[in-house]
């Protein structure tokens, strides 16, 4: 609904207005033919010392109180032109107020000065230079005070995370009508925590044997802003018993002062993976045992380089190349009971040392409108990656993966409503840890952290299907659903905390999934399909975003669907 | 566990998971602020058959935001209010706003203070923080609604919102949009898990203004101003 004047009492309006500019022409004008204009007192023609004074607060001193029964007295409107010297001295202490009527002419002439400097202040580690980099002015442009650039890149700057808070003002230049523009920065900590995780997982030693619950943690920190130059270094670490995982990289978001971007990193995994389902024996190197999992134990080292670059304002393009060298060590041979029949177990990828070489392109849209508590808007990436030869020749394989979420604010106490959707595929021999893991999917089985798995279960398997025979597979398919409800909102140390439950089917396969089906499943259940939810808190502090989930923990529950049909 | 067990145990799980669901939106609920009152004055002109409205707001500009008037760039403060008929439903009767534009004219030495409302807009220049406050964190007589909105002789209150600096929500996406994805010209995007956490600190604060404040009045017959000559 407008609460704008009717058109009919504008007609007044403008008739009235016209009038005051009559007399300003110097035109025949009578206080008496004015007060007959039947609407509100002509605020842009009388000056506030007559106004009546609003009821709450006590009247101003230079504003004396009048009734607000008594029509105002008029006086007649002074100068239009911005005050200048001539300014009358009416109030205490100040020079006089000047008033400008008009329908929208006075609005056309803005405040503009010729910029003489940019002046950054505040700026202890931050090069001046990074600063400059967010502000599209320089010295010697027109400087409008109305340019909408003024206020985003303000925002712009906040947003880089450099700093607490950013001003800007503008003080007299060296000569009239020139400027100088201030900035001023307070700086804030850099080192931010990335991610926290921890959990419990189901492993096992080396030797096979189950072991009782063991912890696993995780922890990524970075520093945003490395000796004021706007590049970002960071570190992550993963531990678990037995397991350890490394990352060191960098990211520069301007690259030699260009729109590219240039990010990197370096790895380190000693890591150890579980395969087998049920019946497991392996043979290492003349001993037969049986125990729950055959081990697998390996080590990456390496490292990625890649370019990016914005396409738009929310797209969004990468390349990385990536060089690993691995060194694997696993059972000479093993096997497993997989739908009734002993079957041997693939442990993809090569026994000693080997090369893994990729190179990697995404396409990312962007539209969310938060990045942790998104409300709306979507998120989308295309991924494909493929492996490098001759470079590369121990594995080669291509791989595509496309994931696409797209949130929905309800129209009831602000809920929201998330669907996502995923699906990819791998063709040739990726490594196993390159291909998609069904604890990647299910919410009751731990993630991976920094590409190490921590848990050997198999997925609850709800549906009573042969996804309990998989691991890892080469095709991968989720839709999930959440729906978040919003506790919580402030503006220091907690933004924001999120009630949230979700749900979805996903399923994992490889190509014998589909050729060589597991004997012991029939119709439906020989589609590889399991159910996945999660219950838990979203909170976004300014430590970073936290996720406080019970699936992990209801992972343990023993309410489980079908196990392996072997065991 | 026989299966009839386990049905209960999923029965009460459910049940406590209905309570909890149920419960979370009650303490939202009750964090949210209660709405202060204030007094206003509504004046009916019988003559012209127009409702105005005064009322003051001079909290929202504490010293701060004093400070800022003279930086040299334009501060937006907007009032918007709803009129209602006091115990009547909860549509409004009418709406209106009154906006006003400072700018600290650097080398005039005086705040250049635009004012639009019902009718029209204006341009004035003062010298003094208290000329602009006068101006921007006061209105007087703002036309509120016509006889064909507003009913004779029924109490009325409005529901008032004051903003500082509000942003509209084109620019606050395109804000945020910036904000998520600065890395055109300076750091990760949103893929990096790098930047998501912090710079949702300051997607916060890019909310739908740079403060803002919220109250409604107390119910009150309008005065009427310049009685009409049949009540003459």
Redesign the interface.
């Known amino acids: 609904m407008s609460g704008f004047l009717p058109a009919s009492v504008a007609i007044r309006e403008r008739q009235r207005r016209a009038r005051v500019v009559a007399l300003l022409l110097g035109l025949s004008y009578t206080g008496a033919a004015f007060a007959q204009v039947p609407v509100s007192p002509p605020v842009d023609s009388v000056v506030d010392r007559t106004d009546p004074p609003a009821p709450t607060p006590a009247p101003s001193a230079d504003a004396p109180a009048t009734s607000a029964a008594t029509p105002p007295a008029v006086v007649a409107p002074p100068e239009a032109a911005p005050p200048g010297n001539g300014l009358a001295e009416d109030e205490p202490g100040a020079r006089a107020e000047h008033d400008s009527a008009g329908n929208g002419g006075s609005h056309a002439v803005p405040v503009r000065y010729t910029l003489e400097a940019i002046q950054v202040r505040g700026n202890t580690r931050t090069q001046r230079r990074v600063v400059l980099r967010y502000v599209p002015f320089k010295p010697g442009n027109v400087f409008d005070v109305d340019d909408p650039e003024v206020e985003l890149s303000r925002y712009r700057l906040l947003g880089t995370g450099f700093f607490r808070d950013v001003q800007y003002s503008l003080k007299k230049g060296s000569e009239r009508g020139l400027v100088v523009l201030v900035i001023d920065v307070a700086e804030r900590n850099t080192i931010v925590i990335n991610d926290i995780s921890m959990g419990f997982a189901a492993d096992e030693a080396r030797n096979g044997r189950v072991r009782r619950l063991s912890g696993y943690a995780g922890l990524d920190v970075a520093e945003t802003n490395l000796a004021g130059t706007g590049i970002t270094l960071g570190g992550a670490l993963a531990f678990a018993s037995n397991q350890l995982a490394l990352r060191v990289r960098f990211l520069d978001p301007a690259f030699l002062g260009s729109n590219w971007m240039v990010g990197g990193s370096l790895l380190y995994n000693d890591a150890e993976d579980f395969f087998g389902t049920s019946r497991v024996k392996w043979i290492d190197p003349d001993r037969v045992t049986q125990f729950s999992s055959a081990v697998v134990d390996y080590t990456r080292f390496g490292g990625s380089l890649g370019i990016g670059r914005d396409l738009s304002v929310s797209t969004q393009l990468w390349l990385h190349y990536r060089l690993e060298s691995l060194n694997a060590s696993y059972p000479y041979e093993a096997s497993q009971s997989r739908g009734f029949a002993t079957e041997p177990i693939d442990f993809d990828i090569i026994r000693g040392r080997s090369v893994l070489s990729t190179l990697r392109g995404t396409l990312q849209v962007d539209t969310r409108d938060h990045p942790f508590l998104p409300t709306r808007g979507s998120f989308s990436t295309i991924t494909t990656e493929v492996g490098l030869l001759p470079a590369g020749r121990d594995y080669d394989y291509a791989r595509i993966d496309v994931q696409t979420s797209r949130w929905f604010k309800l129209p009831w106490r602000e809920h929201v409503l998330r669907l996502s959707a995923f699906g990819g595929a791998i063709a040739g021999n990726a490594p196993f840890f390159e291909q998609y893991y069904v604890g990647d999917f299910s919410d009751f089985l731990p993630d991976r952290v920094l590409g190490v798995t921590f848990d050997h279960r198999y997925p609850k398997n709800l549906l009573g299907t042969e996804i309990v025979e998989v691991r890892y597979g080469k095709y991968a398919f989720d839709l999930n659903a959440e729906y978040r409800i919003p506790l919580y909102r402030g503006h220091h140390t907690v933004f924001g905390i999120d009630f949230f439950g979700s749900g979805g089917a996903y399923s994992v396969a490889s190509d014998r999934d589909f050729t060589h089906p597991p004997r012991a499943y029939s119709g439906f259940a020989r589609f590889p399909l399991d159910l996945t939810f999660n219950l838990g808190f979203r909170m976004d502090t300014s430590a970073g975003g936290f996720v406080f989930a019970f699936s992990n923990v209801l992972g343990f529950l023993p309410v489980r669907g079908q196990g392996p049909a072997g065991q | 566990m026989t299966s009839r067990s ?1 049905l209960q145990r999923f029965r009460r799980t459910l049940a406590l ?1 209905a309570l ?2 149920l419960a ?2 009650a ?2 609920r009750a ?1 949210a602020k209660p709405v202060q009152t ?4 509504f ?1 009916w ?1 019988a ?2 058959k ?1 409702l ?1 409205l ?5 909290d929202v500009i504490d010293p701060e935001l004093q400070a ?1 008037l003279s ?4 501060t937006t403060i907007v009032f ?3 009129i209602y008929r006091s115990g009547g439903s909860a549509q ?1 009767l ?4 009154h906006t006003c534009r400072v ?1 600290w ?4 030495e ?1 705040y ?1 203070v ?2 639009t ?12 923080v ?2 602009v ?3 921007c ?8 609604g ?1 006889a ?1 909105q507003i009913p004779a002789n029924t109490p009325l209150f409005c529901s008032a919102k004051v903003q500082v600096n509000p942003l509209s929500p084109e ?1 606050v ?34 909310g739908e203004a740079e403060r803002e404040l919220k109250f409604n009045s107390r119910p009150l017959l309008p ?1 009427v ?2 009685p009409s000559t049949e009540q003459k």
């Open positions: 386990r998971l909890v669901l979370l939106p303490v939202a964090q204030r007094d206003a004055l004046e002109d003559e012209a127009l105005y005064s009322i003051g707001f001079r800022k930086r040299g760039l334009p918007t209010a709803a409004p009418s709406t209106t706003a700018t004219h650097v080398w005039e005086a250049r635009e004012i409302r019902p009718g029209g807009s204006q341009v004035r220049w003062t010298t003094t208290e000329g406050l006068r101006r964190a006061e209105v007087r007589r703002l036309l509120a016509t064909a620019v996406q395109k804000l945020k949009l910036w904000v998520l994805r600065p890395s055109g010209t300076g750091t990760a995007g949103p893929s990096d898990a790098l930047f998501s956490t912090f710079t949702g600190l300051f997607i916060q604060r890019v005065v101003v310049r």
